[in-house]
């Protein structure tokens, strides 16, 4: 069975940190979280869904 990544944890919890009660997170949130652009993290970060966003799982997947 796989199983994720050491940081996957602790990843999740800093954005939940950071954002509590949100499941999903728009790309311009994403980008004050990143101190990047919102085009940047279009871009850069694979998963985005036009009027659903980020989803904070996906978020910390990837930066795992």
């Not at 796989?2 to 949100?22: F, G, S, T, V």
């Not at 311009?28 to 940047?40: D, F, G, Q, W």
């Amino acid at each position: 069975m796989p199983r994720e990544k050491e940081a996957y944890l602790d990843n999740l919890a800093a954005i939940r940190d950071a954002y509590p009660d949100r499941n999903n997170l728009t790309a311009k949130e994403v980008s004050r979280y990143l101190h990047k652009t919102p085009n940047t993290v279009r871009k850069q970060i694979p998963g985005f869904k036009k009027g659903v966003g980020y989803s904070v799982y996906t978020l910390a997947r990837y930066f795992s």
